[in-house]
């Protein structure tokens, strides 16, 4: 059992997520910044490299060559987890905020609706504390 948003849990969410595909084509990282999400209330931000329509590399830190930004609260960020809210429903809603590269943005909201995702989402949900 990993805790949410750790160096560990990021390499679980790593793991969980081998088989989750994009376009081919997408390239670049995404920023998300998850708002009080650290233990003392600090703002956590992950950068998540994907090469090839893949997850490459999933680090805790900016990164100043993003091409997406994604903003949304902890709250939010657990409930997208544990599958109680859909990024695209976060998305629609207001909750998840955005900047940058609105094209591979709707092609990561379709690909959090695939089958591989939501195996992916249940499995490191499942192994996860907060």
Do not use: H, Y
Not at 30 to 41: L, N, S
Not at 48 to 69: N, Y
Request: proline fraction near 2%; glycine fraction near 10%.
């Amino acid at each position: 059992m990993s805790t949410w948003l750790t160096a560990d849990w990021l390499n679980d969410a790593m793991a969980a997520m081998a088989d989750v595909a994009l376009p081919p084509e997408r390239e670049g990282v995404v920023q998300c910044t998850v708002t009080g999400g650290a233990e003392d209330g600090a703002d956590v931000v992950i950068s998540a490299q994907v090469q090839a329509g893949r997850l490459r590399a999933l680090v805790r830190g900016a990164d100043d060559t993003a091409v997406l930004a994604l903003t949304l609260s902890a709250g939010d960020a657990w409930d997208v987890l544990l599958g109680d809210l859909g990024a695209s429903v976060a998305f629609m809603q207001g909750r998840l905020k955005v900047e940058g590269d609105m094209g591979l943005l709707l092609d990561l909201l379709a690909s959090t609706a695939a089958a591989e995702a939501d195996s992916a989402r249940t499995s490191l949900a499942a192994t996860t504390q907060r």
